[in-house]
């Protein structure tokens, strides 16, 4: 068994090494995008015209928290938004119509009915695409925004400010997600920690890579780059359509931006394991493209990352107090990478401005993760339907 212990823990610690060093330092996540960086670096002469698209599947709950930091932002030039009512049943439209009368900004919101959903297109990216075709042609930007995210006034500025000082045409930022219930904090920060570490933010502002990456909730894209004759379609099913955008509009010859917007905030919540559980369950096989020994690959790596270093350390320290020397050597590997898996996970803590102590569960949400995935593949294998927002969907 030693000998077994040696080269488990062995793998397991180069493995940490690696990802601390060689995978674009991920676990630093990135730059961010902060309103007092915007005012010391002004990179805009003239505000080029801008024009928000907000998918919303009934919203009305979270409208009251978000519409309103839209529709009051403080952009200099030209913006307009787009709620694409994606056929809800619960007063979405009404609900954005009123408070946009209340904040006399009727002139800068437009409601629109989406479509019947086509076979083959995911709600979302339909939503999306019935939106582009009321996009002016003299927008030069197009602010993809989900209904939850609560935005900064200056979000607008920023957002471009950032595209045309850093040359981009794809600027993506990943908004603090709601982490109040045991869960969330449980889960959120791992969830995000383990995005950057699939897609390191500095790979996709890295033109030399063709890492393309987005986080969904906030993008500013070019027009001309997605309002094409083909448009969305050739991602009108995808279920992760954030990144499958990312991977479009690269293939289109953009340059790409992914980062943290720390005054950005998604009001979503969840509760329960369950919520957690079905967000990503939804997609987790779909990311692995339905592949087995991806799944079989992802799982052992998991294991290996997460488990081992815990499990090894323990039954080390314990076999060692009883006289088994020869449980030192691994025992020490294990702690070795016990310990730089924990100090990637506290850039993550810190901005969510969690406790540190956290970090000795990011082995349980590994875990945990791990259910999620396998999970994701009975689900397809099993051809359940999933659903969103009320509306079922299957994976393809």
Known sequence: MPWFADLVSA???????????????????????????????????????????VPARNEADVLGETLPSLLNQNYAGEFHVIL????????TSEVARNIAQT??????????????????????????????HEVPPDAEYVLLTDADIRHPESSVSRLVEQAKRQR???????????????????????????FAKLYPFRWVANDKRKTAAAAGGCILVRRELIQTADG??????????????????????????LGLGSDF???RRYTSL???????????????????????????GMTLLYLVPVVITIAGICLISLGHTD????????????????????????????????????????????LMTIDSAIRFWQRRAGAWKGRPYEMH
């Open 265 to 267: 905030a998604s009001v």
């Open 168 to 194: 981009r045409d794809f600027v993506s930022l990943m908004v603090r997600l709601h982490v109040e219930s045991k869960w969330e904090a449980l889960l959120i920060p791992a969830f995000v920690y383990f």
């Open 274 to 300: 369950a919520e957690i559980w079905n967000m990503v369950a939804r997609s987790a096989f779909v990311q692995l493209n339905y592949s087995l020994w991806l799944l079989v690959g992802t799982a052992i």
């Open 103 to 132: 904040l006399l900004r009727q002139d800068r919101l437009q409601i629109l009915k989406s479509a019947p959903l086509p076979n083959g297109w995911a709600g979302k990216v339909w939503a999306m695409q019935n939106g582009l």
């Open 84 to 91: 694409v009512d994606d056929h809800s049943d619960d007063g």
């Open 327 to 370: 449980w030192i050597w691994p025992g020490m590997l294990g702690l070795v990478a016990w310990c730089i898996m924990s100090a990637t996970f506290v850039p993550i803590l810190r901005w969510y401005r969690l406790a540190l102590w956290r970090v000795i569960t990011l082995p349980a949400a590994g875990f945990l993760y791990t």
């Open 11 to 53: 793998i397991t610690c180069l493995a940490w090494l690696f990802l601390l060093c060689c995978r674009g330092f991920y676990w630093l996540m990135g730059d961010g995008l902060t309103d007092k960086r915007m005012k010391e670096h002004d990179g805009v002469s003239s505000w080029p015209k801008v024009c928000a698209i």
């Open 232 to 257: 969305l379609t050739p991602i009108s099913g995808a279920v992760i359509d954030d990144c499958s955008l990312a991977k479009l509009v690269q293939s289109r010859g953009a340059t790409l931006w």
